[in-house]
């Protein structure tokens, strides 16, 4: 087990694709956490941070009957409100880096994927060594977006503002995966990101103080 793998931070805006390039990894046998489901386990039924959503929100049918969080009304609050999205963010980001620092020590890797759609947004960047983008045209974004569950297009365009923009993610990622190509070649150019996240793992190894 590696006690200190390098850390890789898959980031990319809603609709890029950067589930499907997780997997990828993932079939090369790379471990990966996902700040999605850090989100999610953070609010489920019995969990501080639901009962205190609960409250704050008691005007509106955030719980749904079988005692889960009613997440599609609480994403058309929040984003529709910036003070109750603040509220939010303030009340879950430290409870969701715990619960992502808990999982990164786990992995078993020389170097492990996390993989957050808000990870320059928030704090996240800074528990990762390098960070990888999931690039593809917002035209594309909205497109494949909408298509996955029927989304609705004015929903998902508010996602997209208010996430940061494609050029700033573009200037702070060392590593930037085009996602608007033929999916066919996504294998291929996964395996070359993988072969040098192994020489940087291999480079941080060495660098660790005895």
Not at 80 to 96: C, G, Q, R, S, Y
Not at 112 to 129: K, R
Not at 198 to 206: P, Q, R, S, V
């Amino acid at each position: 087990m590696n006690k200190n793998p390098l850390i890789v931070g898959l980031t990319g805006g809603i609709g890029s694709g950067k589930s499907t390039v997780a997997e990828a990894f993932a079939k090369l046998g790379i471990n990966a956490v996902d700040a999605d489901l850090a989100s999610r386990a953070v609010v489920e039924p019995g969990m501080p941070a639901l009962k205190s959503i609960a409250e704050h929100f008691v005007n509106a049918d955030i719980i749904l009957p079988d005692g889960q969080l009613n997440r599609p009304l609480l994403r058309q609050i929040i984003f529709a409100d910036a003070e109750e999205k603040l509220w939010l963010e303030t009340l879950l980001h430290p409870l969701i880096r715990d619960w992502i620092m808990a999982q990164l020590q786990a992995a078993q890797t020389d170097y492990v994927i996390l993989e957050s759609p808000l990870l320059f947004e928030t704090d996240q960047h800074q528990l990762v060594d390098t960070h990888l983008l999931v690039d593809v045209p917002v035209e594309l974004q909205l497109q494949r977006a909408c298509a996955r569950d029927n989304n609705d297009p004015t929903q998902i365009q508010r996602i997209i503002d208010a996430q940061m923009s494609r050029q700033d993610k573009r200037d702070k990622a060392e590593f930037v995966l085009d996602n608007s190509l033929d999916l066919e070649t996504l294998p291929q150019r996964v395996l070359q990101l993988h072969q040098q996240f192994m020489a940087l793992a291999a480079e941080k190894t060495k660098d660790k103080p005895l």
